[in-house]
């Protein structure tokens, strides 16, 4: 059977009742649309203050290097402590953060420096909420509503990138002050909800603390050769196909236009993305999910590439959102592939891999692109940016033929126990 017997458990109409999910969701939004307004203030204003791409870049570094070096710290706190408590103190801290930003720039003392550092805050607060986040969803929702409910809360991640870098865009045109006030706000609802969401499943029995538990989240990784090659795919796919940094110097001086030009840019993809997350919430992939993975990688390197010829703003929107479409195909493949293949006491540490996997193709994919763009330009930059996604796509189909012909989210002998129940 291609549809397990609680196939009927997975409908959305369950979901929407289930109000732990409506909080977690929630929460997902408004947490990770504050984030995307909080983006577009900072890549503005240090750009405004320096002129220059290479800085652009420094903020995505000074975000990643936190989360890189917090990653097998964050992953056993996500396993042994209340995730929902996790995920509130530090959207506390980014409310923090931002409220600082607004004291800085209201008191004239914001510089680039200070920007840098706060953004390390912030990536640092992120490194133990996102673990924490993306774990609770199987202590939400049943199991055979994770890849339902994956696409759903993939959904809401898009959502706020639509919402949020417009929202900020345009409050940024008002003042820098408001930008800030209005992420900490919302930072602020997004914490409480985060504490209060219910429960289905009992946490896991907390483990000793040892060196082989610490690094088992590495280890359980590299003995599931379909999540790592799903990982590393998106990894590289994401670091070198990067644009979203650069967004400043194309709207700017390419595109000639403002910062609400470069909240709808930032918008763009998260757009097509939520319309890909939609989709596949209603229709799931059930069969050869590797090869549709491998097929959104290479389209979206052809979208970016069409993105870095065009020097025009419906051109360019056209080619952001058909680039977030393909990408949320990878998104919700390698995140249920870790959902659904993962023991859930180790979870977290998983999780918290994950994270630094997508953190390292975002954050320190912004770095590479400020880097190249200072060394050949912002639209040279992009152009090598897409053909390297593609080179990527196709010499991961031969280096990992097991995610290629993958047939389910689930191993084959769980999903054949399922169909058999």
């Known amino acids: ?32 649309m504050s984030f995307q307004m909080l983006a577009v203030a900072m890549g503005w204003h240090v750009y405004a203050l320096t002129k220059s791409a290479f800085a652009l870049g420094l903020v995505g570094l000074s975000q990643f290097l936190p989360m890189f070096l917090l990653t ?6 996500a396993d042994r402590y209340d995730r929902r408590r996790i995920a509130a103190v530090c959207q506390g801290v980014e409310c923090a953060a931002a409220l600082t930003f607004a004291c800085g720039t209201f008191g004239g003392w914001l510089s680039a420096p200070v920007i840098y550092a706060l953004a390390a805050c912030v990536g640092a607060a992120r490194a133990f909420e996102s673990p924490a986040v993306s774990s609770l969803l199987p202590a939400v929702v049943p199991r055979a509503q994770l890849p339902t409910a994956t696409a759903w809360s993939t959904s809401a991640s898009q959502t706020a990138q639509i919402v949020g870098p417009a929202l900020g865009g345009l409050l940024y045109g008002v003042g820098a002050g408001p930008a800030y ?3 900490a706000l919302s930072f602020a609802v997004a914490a409480v909800l985060s504490s209060s969401i219910a429960l289905q499943a009992r946490p896991a029995v907390r483990a000793p603390v040892t060196l082989a538990s610490v690094f088992s989240g590495i280890a359980f990784i590299r003995s599931q050769p379909v999540i790592l090659g799903a990982l590393s795919l998106d990894l590289f796919a994401v670091l070198f196909g990067g644009a979203t940094a650069l967004l400043p ?12 030009a470069l909240g709808l840019l930032r918008s763009a993809s998260a757009v097509g993305a939520l319309t890909g997350s939609i989709w596949l919430a209603h229709f799931p992939l059930r069969r050869r999910p590797g090869l549709a993975m491998f097929g959104g990688v290479i389209v979206f390197g052809c979208a970016t590439i069409a993105f870095g010829l065009s020097h025009n703003i419906a051109v360019s929107l056209i080619a952001l959102a058909v680039l977030g479409a393909s990408d949320v195909v990878s998104v919700v493949v390698r995140t249920s592939l870790v959902q659904l293949r993962t023991p859930e006491h180790t979870l977290g540490r998983v999780s918290a891999v994950n994270s630094l996997f997508i953190g390292t193709s975002n954050q320190l994919g912004e ?5 190249t763009a200072g060394w050949w330009g912002a639209q040279p930059a992009v152009l090598v940016g897409g053909v ?3 080179g990527v796509a196709l010499l991961w189909m031969k280096l990992f033929p097991a995610l290629r012909e993958t047939r389910s989210l689930e191993h084959e002998e769980t999903r054949a126990a399922a169909g058999a129940g």
């Open 1 to 32: 059977m291609n549809i397990p017997s609680s196939a009927p458990e997975a409908a959305p109409g369950r979901l929407a009742r289930n109000r732990g999910f409506q909080r977690l969701w929630s929460a997902r939004v408004l947490a990770s």
């Open 72 to 77: 097998l710290v964050v992953g056993h706190v």
């Open 181 to 183: 006030i209005a992420c």
């Open 249 to 260: 110097v194309f709207a700017r001086d390419i595109l000639h236009a403002g910062p609400l």
């Open 367 to 371: 770095f590479e692109s400020g880097l």
């Open 388 to 390: 390297a996604t593609i």
